[in-house]
């Protein structure tokens, strides 16, 4: 049986791929992984990593040396990666959708929550205090979404917002004219919405998109929403935004720093990241801690492609959902100029 280095294992994890899994030997590893716990992997041919795992250089090289092949990413981004190094070494695929309905269904609810001020209002009556004054939000409908990004997971969080009766303007790098959306450039987007959400990946053109300049050409009081990958936001830039009162209100599933802090339980220390304990302390900001994807159907879906990717690897077969260094976003397979045999190298 090929074993499998499962890094920075959850209980979730575990629930849906040894549900799934008939063929492999999954050695979960709660430590995430970096080039010192890749010593872990010692003995496996492939490795199961995530987010907020390490896959700089260093760990590629410690990997390669102890014989992994092949790199298996349980989730969609892969900004953590560092593919020149696994270039002709280690193959690394990822699963490219799961449920795109997950990540934009909490991009909604943070949208409701800090407009509706729901955190505040679970607080006020579990401490039996009725009172509404300073609850206040808008009205949805009418509205103007920017969409940025109108990948799998923007065109969903579109429609939720179409449901709402709102307006849609979009901007995307790689604008698909079919979709019949109204494409405008970044500076018009952040002009005319009063919600601003991203959907586009984590790339060296997107990161810190939204820094302080763009933050001064936006309206007053708009709703800014983030499930994509916290480096996309200056977050320094958007402290000082919200003092400004220039975004009224931020719902965050991701966050710059993020890989220090979330997936854990950091309740009895605290942290010693001073801007997210800004972030967290403004009434008008809520963060969830990257748990967009976290459905039932996306777990098993993540479950099954990233166990039918090992499958390929594996079989000497195609690899559907392989990455490299020069496949470009979006358009995966039909750039990347080494595949052979539909595989990258
Ligand atoms: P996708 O590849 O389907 O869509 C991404 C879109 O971004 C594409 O239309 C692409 O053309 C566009 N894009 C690329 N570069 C751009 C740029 N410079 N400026 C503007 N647009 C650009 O991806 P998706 O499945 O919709 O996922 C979107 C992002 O959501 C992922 O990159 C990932 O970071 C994030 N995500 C988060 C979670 C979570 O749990 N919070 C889960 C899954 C995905």
Same mark, same amino acid.
């Given at each position: 049986m090929k074993k499998v280095a499962f890094f920075d294992a959850k209980p979730y994890d575990r629930e849906w791929f040894d549900k799934l899994n008939q063929k492999y030997e999954l050695h979960y590893f709660e430590s995430k992984l970096d080039e010192e716990t890749?010593?872990?992997?010692?003995?496996?041919q492939a490795v199961c990593a995530f987010v907020n795992d390490n896959l700089d250089k260093r760990t590629i090289d410690k990997l390669y040396e102890l014989g992994v092949r092949v790199i298996a990413m349980?989730?969609?981004?892969?900004? /953590?990666?560092?593919f020149r190094a696994a270039y002709k070494k280690i193959h690394v695929v990822r699963?490219?959708?799961?449920?795109p309905h997950a990540v934009a269904e909490h991009a909604m609810g943070l949208l409701l929550m800090v407009n509706r001020k729901l955190h505040k209002a679970y607080n006020r009556t579990r401490d039996f205090n009725f009172n509404i004054s300073g609850l206040t939000g808008v009205d949805l409908y009418g509205k103007t979404a920017g969409i940025i990004g109108t990948g799998k997971i923007g065109r969903t969080f579109m429609e939720l917002c179409r449901g709402f009766g709102m307006k849609i303007v979009a901007y995307d790098?790689?604008? /698909?004219?079919?979709?019949?959306i109204e494409y405008v450039d970044l500076d018009e987007l952040l002009r005319r919405s009063d919600v601003i959400s991203l959907h586009c990946p984590l790339t060296d053109q997107t990161?810190?998109?939204?820094?302080e300049a763009p933050f001064a050409k936006m309206k007053r009081g708009i709703f800014l929403i983030n499930?994509?990958?916290?480096?996309?936001?200056d977050s320094v830039a958007l402290l000082k935004a919200l003092d400004e009162g220039k975004i009224r209100g931020a719902g965050l599933?991701?966050?710059?720093?993020?890989?220090?802090?979330?997936?854990?339980?950091w309740s009895m220390s605290g942290v010693q990241d001073d801007v997210l304990s800004l972030l967290l302390n403004k009434p008008n900001v809520v963060i969830t801690?990257?748990?967009?994807?976290?459905t039932e159907e996306a777990l098993s879906s993540i479950a099954r492609i990233t166990l039918d990717n090992l499958d390929e690897f594996f079989s000497d077969?195609?690899?559907?959902?392989e990455v490299c260094y020069q496949c470009e976003s979006g358009k995966i397979r039909e750039n990347c100029?080494?595949?052979?045999g539909g595989r990258c190298f």
């Open positions: 890749a010593e872990l992997a010692r003995g496996c349980r989730c969609a981004g892969y900004s /953590n990666v560092d699963v490219p959708a799961y449920s790098a790689f604008p /698909n004219e079919k979709l019949g990161r810190h998109m939204l820094d499930t994509s990958r916290g480096e996309l936001v599933d991701v966050y710059e720093e993020e890989a220090d802090y979330f997936f854990s339980d801690s990257h748990q967009a994807f976290l077969g195609p690899l559907t959902n100029r080494e595949m052979r």
